[in-house]
């Protein structure tokens, strides 16, 4: 249980993205993996075509200066090839975000507000197999560093509450955010999930 909790949570010098904890996230590194590599081959073209042209059209390698002005097709196959690479990323990146926005059939909703230094939530279809429906309300504070247990781990500076969140996995989830007072920013890095919390504005987005 520790092994899972300090892959989930911020490390030391950690350089990379959060391990995946939802499909959303899986998806984002996934294209950012990709994205990455197609952004040192198009550094490492550009790099050795400046050394080239600055070694070869140097002045002592050249006593005579070019007479080439302008050329169509170079300037077609420069446009183009950037064009095409463009389109190429939209097809994965558009595909993510319209997955990251689809609307299905939530199996629970968690009401998410934002105050000034803490943050309220409320599950409205708790215990809702009963008769009667009830609804979860709890608010969660951040704990200061001299209340951290020091005897316990998995407790985190800065990003611990008195009360954290527990959701069902394996289950549709609605998030229906907003806020009490001023902007506020709800994220989960390792769902890749992050919304704006604004008042009088009710934001929602969907987990799996």
């Not at 197609?38 to 550009?46: E, R, S, Y």
């Not at 800065?158 to 549709?172: F, G, S």
């Amino acid at each position: 249980m520790i092994f899972i909790i300090q892959c989930d949570s911020p490390a030391l010098w950690q350089t990379y993205l959060s391990d995946p904890a939802s499909i959303t996230m899986e998806g984002i590194l996934i294209f950012n993996k990709h994205l990455l590599f197609l952004l040192t081959v198009i550094v490492l073209f550009i790099a050795w075509l400046l050394f080239y042209t600055i070694y070869y059209f140097i002045e002592y390698n050249n006593k005579f200066s070019s007479k080439f002005v302008h050329s169509k097709e170079l300037e077609i196959v420069w446009t183009s090839i950037p064009a095409l690479l463009l389109l190429i990323l939209s097809t994965p990146s558009f595909t993510l975000l319209y997955a990251m926005d689809e609307i299905s059939e939530p199996e629970l909703t968690l009401k998410i507000l934002g105050h000034q230094w803490f943050w309220s939530y409320e599950i409205s279809e708790f215990n809702s197999c009963q008769k009667q429906e009830q609804s979860l309300k709890y608010v969660c504070y951040m704990m200061a560093l001299d209340g951290l247990p020091t005897t316990k781990q998995g407790y985190f500076r800065l990003l611990e509450t008195n009360k954290r969140v527990i959701l069902p996995t394996n289950t549709h989830l609605r998030l229906l955010v907003s806020a009490a007072d001023v902007l506020h920013s709800w994220t989960v890095p390792s769902f890749g999930l992050k919304v704006d919390a604004c008042p009088g504005r009710l934001n929602q987005i969907n987990l799996f």
